[in-house]
């Protein structure tokens, strides 16, 4: 029984960046995740669709042409992000325990690696802001697409008289303190953002670093892309789920909307 298999109470660095199989699990799971083409649209003539339409006289149609904006971005950012992490997962270097030297500058490879795995990282950042959109519109909160904040909206949701218990599953997840020690780790969420924040605002920490500045340590790629395709996982099965939703309420939508219209 290889380490990967037997992972119950830890993943520590040194595990992720000693163990090959961990780059075949990243890439099975990754690959578990599919979306059904053309989920919103309307078709006519068997091989034809309606595109999209403005409508204000018919709330089912106009709420499912919003619902398909959302999802062709869902499923546009998704196959991104497969791209980019089964190219990173190619690229990233595997060393063992003993020479792994996070003050040595990265190979051509493990650098390509890091190049995939930060795109990947910042896409799994929107497909999180996609899920809000979703919720946004299916919860019909009425708040401006523009002012919409993953977080914000979810913890906001999660809260009062009658709490969403969608939202709160979602914010209870965002809030899970970093803990890589189980099986999945604990805190992805919070250890994407941190890594984010870190990219965005303050320094690379794809360097190692020490300073009155920063002190940081380079990581092997192939940690952060376990990292973010745990997350990923997570954040499509919470989409997952709205989906399942949302598809029977806008089917029974429609039908109403069509009614309506023959009665007038």
């Known amino acids: 029984m290889n380490s990967i298999e037997k992972r119950k109470d830890s993943v520590s660095v040194n595990d992720l960046k000693a163990n090959i199989p961990y780059k075949e699990k990243i890439r099975e799971q990754v690959k578990s995740i599919h979306y059904k083409p053309k ?22 149609f106009q709420q499912l042409f919003s619902f398909n904006t959302i999802y062709e971005s869902i499923v546009d950012i998704d196959r991104k992000i497969k791209h980019s ?44 802001d996609l899920l809000a959109q979703l919720f946004n519109l299916k919860e019909d909160f009425g708040i401006s697409n523009e002012k919409i904040y993953a977080e914000q909206l979810f913890h906001n949701a999660q809260q009062g008289k009658k709490p969403n218990v969608f939202a709160k599953k979602v914010y209870a997840y965002m809030k899970q303190e970093n803990d890589d020690s189980s099986d999945p780790c604990k805190g992805n969420y919070a250890y ?21 500045y ?35 309420t806008a089917t029974n939508s429609i039908d109403n909307s069509s009614e309506d219209s023959v009665n007038d």
């Open 39 to 60: 989920l919103f649209t309307v078709g006519f003539d068997d091989v034809k669709y309606v595109l999209g339409a403005v409508l204000k006289d018919q709330p089912g």
């Open 85 to 128: 992490i089964l190219l990173g997962i190619q690229c990233a270097e595997i060393p063992g325990n003993s020479d792994w030297d996070p003050f040595k500058e990265p190979s051509d490879t493990e650098w390509e690696a890091l190049y995939y795995m930060e795109n990947a990282l910042y896409r799994v950042s929107v497909l999180w």
């Open 192 to 212: 994407l953002k941190e890594y984010r924040d870190k990219m965005t605002h303050r320094y690379a920490p794809s360097i190692s670093t020490i300073s009155d």
């Open 214 to 248: 920063a002190i940081d340590l380079r990581l092997p790629a192939i940690y952060s892309l376990y990292r973010i395709t745990e997350d990923y996982v997570q954040v499509s099965s919470f989409i997952r789920e709205l989906l399942d939703d949302i598809t029977y």
